[in-house]
Each structure stands twice: as structure tokens, then as C-alpha cells.
Nanobody, 114 residues
Framework: QVQLVESGGGVVQAGGSLRLSCAASGRIFGFNAMGWYRQAPGKQREFVATITSGHTDVVDSVKGRFTVSRDNAKNTIYLQMNSLKPEDTAVYYC?????????WGQGTQVTVSS
């Protein structure tokens, strides 16, 4: 089993910044990718960012504002979120794709006030 624990969410004013962390533990013997998804009230969960051994990608709506990175030694990924907007308000989930088997964290709330 793999456990994912997110942290770093909170309440911030529009234009502010937050950094989310996701620490992975357990039976990590390799994986395809880790990433971030978010779910706003009344909406479906959507992709935000992903990182593999040599590639990162973010959804168009956050390009230029969000950056995903990783610390392999700590089995941790980060999501640096700058210039936050009210529409970024959501529960942010960390995900790990271990060769087709997906693991999810419990989520961390990000609220951006206008």
C-alpha cells in the first residue's frame, strides 16, 4: 500500500501564494507519475499538474502561476501556487500512478478570497 499525505492548504487573498506538499510513504517501488488534482464545490475533479522523472505538465488555466516539483529523497512533491484567483478555490488532492494503480491523498482545502 501507498499512503499520500497532503499539507499546506489554507485561506489566502486573491493574488497571494500557497505551497502544497504531498509526502508519499509505504510500498513505493517506483511509479509512473505523481500529480495534483482539484475539486471545486459542485464540479468534477480536474487535473492540475503532473510530474514524472523527466517531465512536468500543468493545466492551461494555471500555466504561468503554478509550478510542480519533487524531492526524490523525501518522496515528496510540491505545488507552488502563485497569483491565486478565487476560481482556484477547491480541495486539492495528491495522486500517484503506480503502473496503473492509482493512490489518492485525503485532500487539502484551498480557499482564495476576493
Amino acid at each position: 500500500q501507498v499512503q499520500l499525505v497532503e499539507s499546506g492548504g489554507g485561506v489566502v487573498q486573491a493574488g497571494g501564494s500557497l505551497r502544497l506538499s504531498c509526502a508519499a510513504s509505504g510500498r513505493i517501488f517506483g511509479f509512473n507519475a505523481m500529480g495534483w488534482y482539484r475539486q471545486a464545490p459542485g464540479k468534477q475533479r480536474e487535473f492540475v499538474a503532473t510530474i514524472t522523472s523527466g517531465h512536468t505538465d500543468v493545466v492551461d488555466s494555471v500555466k504561468g502561476r503554478f509550478t510542480v516539483s519533487r524531492d526524490n529523497a523525501k518522496n515528496t512533491i510540491y505545488l507552488q501556487m502563485n497569483s491565486l484567483k478565487p476560481e482556484d478555490t477547491a480541495v486539492y488532492y495528491c495522486a500517484l500512478d503506480q503502473f496503473g494503480r492509482w493512490y489518492w491523498g485525503q485532500g487539502t482545502q484551498v480557499t482564495v478570497s476576493s
